[in-house]
């Protein structure tokens, strides 16, 4: 009986725990503060006047040559403006946006491969893109 009885209770936990984990944004944190990886490509966005937007991409190296991101722009800088960019060696690239007034604005990057010596690199462009509507 006691085993049934924790099972059922064990059962209910885990349920609620994937409740609240289903409706809550995966990006989205209490503080005001929306993170943006390379997976949210396409996503769509939410955030208040004065909520801080950060953008992470990760880059990678494969092969001889590396796949580098470009800094993360905003199409509307009076909507969300940029307070930090910067890209790294190993060809990741991150911003910080600060929402600034009411509006939709695409954010967006882009990938492109950089060959080492004696690599080739294929001619192909990656665009990453997210929108955030503030309100």
Same mark, same amino acid.
């Given at each position: 009986?006691?085993?049934?009885?924790?099972?059922?209770?064990?059962?209910?936990?885990?349920?609620?725990?994937?409740?609240?984990? #289903?409706?809550?944004? #995966?990006? #989205?944190?209490?503080?005001?503060?929306?993170?943006?990886?390379?997976?949210?490509?396409?996503?769509?966005?939410?955030?208040?006047?004065?909520?801080?937007?950060?953008?992470?991409?990760?880059?990678?190296?494969?092969?001889?040559?590396?796949?580098?991101?470009?800094?993360?722009?905003?199409?509307?800088?009076?909507?969300? $403006?940029?307070?930090?960019?910067?890209?790294?060696?190993?060809?990741?690239?991150?911003?910080?946006? $600060?929402?600034?007034?009411?509006?939709?604005?695409?954010?967006?990057?882009?990938?492109?491969?950089?060959?080492?010596?004696?690599?080739?690199?294929? $001619?192909?462009?990656?665009?990453?893109?997210?929108?955030?509507?503030?309100?």
């Amino acid at each position: 009986m006691k085993t049934t009885k924790y099972a059922a209770v064990a059962a209910t936990g885990l349920a609620l725990i994937a409740s609240a984990v #289903a409706t809550t944004p #995966a990006a #989205a944190e209490p503080s005001g503060r929306i993170v943006l990886t390379n997976t949210e490509n396409g996503r769509s966005v939410h955030a208040k006047i004065g909520d801080t937007i950060e953008v992470r991409l990760t880059g990678y190296r494969d092969s001889g040559v590396t796949y580098s991101w470009s800094i993360p722009q905003s199409a509307e800088p009076q909507v969300l $403006h940029r307070v930090a960019g910067a890209a790294k060696p190993d060809g990741g690239a991150s911003a910080v946006f $600060h929402a600034e007034q009411e509006g939709t604005v695409t954010l967006s990057a882009a990938r492109a491969c950089y060959p080492g010596a004696g690599h080739g690199c294929p $001619h192909v462009v990656t665009p990453w893109k997210a929108t955030a509507t503030v309100k």
